[in-house]
């Protein structure tokens, strides 16, 4: 297999707004190997989830180009190269818990993993409630479920921990972990700083649909001169403003 997992080539994409065209993601390149840990920063409108849409084939690209595995994002969708649990969009919510579960296990064709990922997630204490009455943070960790029984070597999660408790968030990374152990490739967006310093070994922070950093937190320590991944996020996204 290509040991680049993503490739990310000048990618824009402008959404025509009526303050005129706005360039969620701008001339942004990246490349993520295969088997790494990437968290992926940027203040509330910075891009990251236009750029996931992207990586999923879910817009279309106005300028660049994605490769994933070497391969199309539509490709990579259709050869399960690529998994993803998304902030929107996705539930069926008059649908139980149980009945997503195994509806979206079935048609992944891994009914054999419910009983495992049932148990990984803790969603079975609300199997049998409707998704629509279930809590911020039960919602996650049935998106996490939903992630898990469509396996893939690129796995790619925008804010998975929001709304979860320090319980839930323990057991996800703990779960992430076994999946990057396993060689999985995993880019994630947050806003959790603490999340970016303990469980990626690459930071890559977008300003304003441009990529301003991209490092180790030593090199956002070194080059800002901050002693924390906080001061070093405010000095890089204060000065490109
Ligand atoms: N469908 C759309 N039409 C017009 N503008 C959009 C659309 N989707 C996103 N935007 C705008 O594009 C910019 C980037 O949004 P995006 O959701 O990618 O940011 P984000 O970094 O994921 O933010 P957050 O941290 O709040 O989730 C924002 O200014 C947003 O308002």
Known sequence: MNNLALKVDNATKVFRTKNGPLR?????????????KVALLGSNGAGKSTLFNLILDLMTIDEGKVEIFGTTPAEAQKRDL???????????????????????????????????????????????????????????RLKLALALL???????????????????RRDFWRLIDGAAQSGATVLYATHFLDEATQYAERIILMH???????????????????STLEGAFFALTDANN
């Open 24 to 36: 969620a993601v701008n001339h942004l390149s990246l490349e993520i190997p295969a088997g790494q």
């Open 82 to 140: 690529i998994t993803s649990l998304l902030q929107t969009g996705g539930l069926l919510l008059h649908w139980t818990v149980e009945e997503i579960i195994r509806s979206i296990a079935a048609l992944a064709g891994h009914s054999d993993l419910v009983d495992q990922v049932v148990a990984e997630t803790g969603v079975k204490p609300f199997l049998s409630q409707k998704v629509g009455k279930c809590s911020g943070g039960q919602k996650q």
């Open 150 to 168: 469509k396996p893939a070597p690129l796995m790619l999660l925008d804010e998975p921990t929001a709304g979860m408790d320090p319980h839930a």
């Open 208 to 226: 304003q649909g441009r990529l301003i950093a991209d490092g180790t937190l030593d090199d956002y320590l070194r080059e800002t001169g901050e």
